[in-house]
């Protein structure tokens, strides 16, 4: 079966330490983008890469950082410098410049204690 | 800049009509309609590209009006099922798949 998946389901930090989320995909899709979902809120865009070592910052990029040496993963590290990182991550994916839309995974609930 | 979701939220009896709306300051190349169930990821409904007609899939379908820049999804014939929050997703011209999301409106249908 094709998708993308996320792990871990809930993910839980201490103040301080940086953490990393996974997102990989078999759908063979060019694009992988990274949201924030606060609670009652829309989505908010970090980061999005089009191809393999190439990433661009999103609206709220600050205290984030991204990777994608394979085209199948984008990992989301959230680092200290993040201010408020809890909230809810999904990461989603597209073929690039192709009419179609943006397919998600299901989250990782991140809390920081 | 963040497209603008109308109404915020929305209380429906089974059988009930709804129509939200998601108005952008940009001119749109495309704009996405997804639903998200509480915890969950948003899952995709329908797409309208600049230029292409109205869409559906079963009693829910949505318009896009370019002069506007502005799209309306329409509830029709509400089910249970149809309960969660609506959210747009835009493009803007030439943007290449990056959408900008709207606030969501949250819909709750009532036996």
């Known amino acids: 079966d094709g998708g993308i998946t996320q792990s871990p389901k809930y993910l839980f930090r201490k103040e301080g330490q940086n953490v990393t989320l996974s997102c990989e995909q078999n759908l063979n899709h060019d694009a992988m983008y990274w949201y924030r979902q606060d609670p009652g809120q829309g989505l908010r865009l970090i980061y999005y890469s089009q191809i393999v070592n190439d990433f661009q910052k999103g609206d709220i990029a600050e205290g984030y950082s991204v990777s994608r040496e394979k085209k199948e993963s984008f990992p989301l590290t959230v680092t200290s410098a993040q201010k408020n990182p809890t909230a809810f991550y999904l990461c989603?994916?597209?073929?690039?410049?192709?009419?179609?839309?943006?397919?998600f995974g299901p989250g990782t609930r991140l809390t920081v204690l | 800049q963040q497209p603008v979701q109308s109404p915020q939220a929305v209380i429906l009896r089974e059988g009930e009509d709804a129509v939200i709306n998601c108005s952008s300051s940009?001119?749109?190349?495309?704009v996405h309609w997804y639903r998200q169930k509480h915890g969950e990821a948003p899952v995709f409904l329908m797409i309208l590209l600049k230029g292409g007609e109205q869409k559906g899939h079963d009693k829910i379908s949505a318009s896009f009006n370019e002069k506007k820049q502005q799209s309306s999804l329409y509830l029709t014939a509400s089910q249970l099922s149809y309960s969660g929050t609506y959210f747009c997703?835009?493009?803007?011209?030439?943007?290449?798949?990056?959408?900008?999301f709207g606030g969501g409106t949250r819909v709750l249908v009532k036996p």
């Open positions: 989603a994916s597209t073929k690039w410049g192709a009419e179609d839309t943006q397919y």
């Open positions: 997703g835009t493009e803007p011209q030439a943007a290449g798949n990056k959408l900008t």
């Open positions: 940009k001119a749109l190349y495309s």
